[in-house]
């Protein structure tokens, strides 16, 4: 398979539709720059929603990340791991920050941020507790992201 369109067809084929994609079949990056499987180049503008933001095929990034797959990928938050313990101090002690909370997700930190917030409304501000969001956004696909989300049609069962 090399087309756009033999993609295409093996996504409406396997793949459950979730979101209405841009027409294009991304292969490659680098920096801010990614390339389709037509070799057509586009500027990225939205760094995989602000995942990538030190750019694509960075090789300080990918060294570290391929350092680290070597020793251990992944754990439950419920161990200690030195990366995640080496990362909170450097986030704490280079900010007003107290404290981190580390997330999988953007729903998952918008969840927290939610909560937090309500937290802060309950005991500082007489129990105010409601969430302001914007017409069109979209927060996330879980159940609380869903209801804060500004879009009807993704609020339907």
């Known amino acids: 398979m090399t087309s756009t369109a ?28 990614v390339w389709d499987v037509e070799g057509k180049e586009y500027l990225d503008f939205t760094s ?36 995640q313990l080496k990362l909170a ?21 918008n969840e927290g941020a939610i909560k937090l917030a309500k937290k802060y409304g309950k005991k500082h501000k007489d129990g105010a507790y409601h969430i302001i969001t914007a017409l069109n956004s979209f927060h996330g696909r879980t159940m609380m992201n869903v209801s804060a989300t500004g879009q ?6």
């Open 6 to 33: 033999e993609w295409k067809e093996l996504e409406s084929k396997y793949y459950m539709f979730l979101v209405r994609r841009q027409p294009m079949v991304l292969e490659k990056g680098e920096g801010a720059r």
């Open 48 to 83: 995989g929603w602000a995942v990538n933001n030190a750019g694509h095929s960075n090789p300080v990034i990918a060294e570290a990340i391929a350092a680290q797959a070597k020793t251990l990928v992944q754990t439950s938050n419920q161990f200690y791991t030195i990366p």
């Open 89 to 109: 101090e450097i986030l704490v002690e280079n900010s007003c920050l107290d404290k981190i909370f580390i997330c999988n997700s953007g729903a998952e930190a």
């Open 152 to 157: 009807p049609h993704y609020q339907e069962l």
